[in-house]
Nanobody
Framework: QVQLVESGGGLVQPGGSLRLSCAASGFTFSNYGMSWYRQPPGKERELVAS????????NYADSVKGRFTISRDNAKNTVYLQMNSLKPEDTAVYYC?????????WGQGTQVTVSS
């Protein structure tokens, strides 16, 4: 079955970095666009970054442009989110999502907390 497993979250000080990973299985990963979303405490889930199936195209929320980088390794069925210069407002549960046409699947999420 389709499975997306996020990892790499944790507690980091402001200005620090984390790299999130999302390992995919149960589908042809290289055929799917992938995205990272986040849901801050008490707020709606929001799109952070997305990447095309080949990795040639990426998009970012304005709030993370220049600080976050999405990438993928189709040989490893994994999508990454490199997060630099982290701010307290980046605190959220981060989810990865696979999408192709009308099909979409979500991971279970990983907590990122930015605090001194």
């Amino acid at each position: 079955q389709v499975q997306l497993v996020e990892s790499g979250g944790g507690l980091v000080q402001p200005g620090g970095s984390l790299r999130l990973s999302c390992a995919a299985s149960g589908f042809t990963f290289s055929n799917y666009g992938m995205s990272w979303y986040r849901q801050p405490p008490g707020k709606e889930r929001e799109l952070v970054a997305s990447i095309s199936s080949t990795g040639a195209g990426t998009n970012y929320a304005d709030s993370v442009k220049g600080r976050f980088t999405i990438s993928r390794d189709n040989a490893k069925n994994t999508v990454y989110l490199q997060m630099n210069s982290l701010k307290p407002e980046d605190t959220a549960v981060y989810y990865c999502k696979a999408k192709r046409g009308g099909f979409a699947s979500w991971g279970q999420g990983t907590q990122v907390t930015v605090s001194s």
